[in-house]
């Protein structure tokens, strides 16, 4: 079975830092883009940020670009999100993300892991 | 850049059709695929349209999805409706996803 694992979520003040890690198995991890997308309380789905197969391209979404770092390691089939100068905005549901498709025509997400929690508060 | 607008919320009965719309403000609904995720309380999105109207293994015919250029818009219709398919559903293309609508069905 394709599996997504996230962890590393938690409370953390104000220009705090954190990083989440996701476990990929079943698949053959060193093959896919991968992604990060959050979900505030109670809000809609908000794409994060990409990586390419071998971790030489990276995007971001507006809001994060240049507080957050996507990484990945493929010997560890291991995705990594790390988070700093967080804001009380960043608090939300982190998933993590299998990329399905092609770039110019159009991507997807799926599966998705089960989420880890991230909540930025004083 | 562009955005996806969703209705708030539909409801409907067990064994009727819902028809969700996914509208896209500027660039042309043809530009990229969409795809269609159903998130259930407490759990993580799901697919269950990809590629425009391609339904995944184990999601029921009784999903499929559409584009109609010339509302630029997609949508996504569930016929024969369960009460199980209360959720949210969030239409996806590209890194922009719509608000999500909360389809009660009641």
């Known amino acids: 079975d394709v599996q997504l694992v996230e962890s590393g979520g938690g409370l953390v003040q104000p220009g705090g830092s954190l990083r989440l890690s996701c476990a990929a198995s079943?698949?053959?991890?060193?093959?896919?883009?991968m992604s990060w997308v959050r979900q505030a309380p109670g809000k809609g789905l908000e794409w994060v940020a990409n990586i390419k197969q071998d971790g030489s391209e990276k995007y971001y979404v507006d809001s994060v670009r240049g507080r957050f770092t996507i990484s990945r390691d493929n010997a560890r089939n291991s995705l990594y999100l790390q988070m700093n100068s967080l804001s009380v905005e960043d608090t939300a549901i982190y998933y993590c993300?299998?990329?399905?498709?092609?770039?110019?025509?159009?991507?997807?997400?799926?599966?998705w892991g089960q989420g880890t929690l991230v909540t930025v508060s004083s | 850049n562009f955005m996806l607008a969703q209705p708030h919320s539909v409801s409907e009965s067990p064994g009727k059709t819902v028809t969700i719309s996914c509208t896209r403000n500027s660039g042309s609904i043809a530009s990229n695929n969409v795809q269609w995720y159903q998130q259930r309380p407490g759990s993580a999105p799901t697919i269950v349209i990809f590629e425009d109207n391609q339904r995944p293994s184990g999601v029921p015919d009784r999903f499929s999805g559409s584009i109609d250029n010339s509302s630029n818009s997609a949508s996504l219709t569930i016929s024969g409706l369960k009460t199980e398919d209360e959720a949210d559903y969030y239409c996806?293309?590209?890194?922009?996803f719509g608000g999500g609508t909360k389809l009660t069905v009641l």
């Open positions: 996806q293309s590209s890194e922009e």
């Open positions: 079943g698949f053959t991890f060193k093959s896919f883009w």
């Open positions: 993300a299998r990329v399905l498709g092609a770039w110019i025509t159009g991507r997807w997400f799926d599966p």
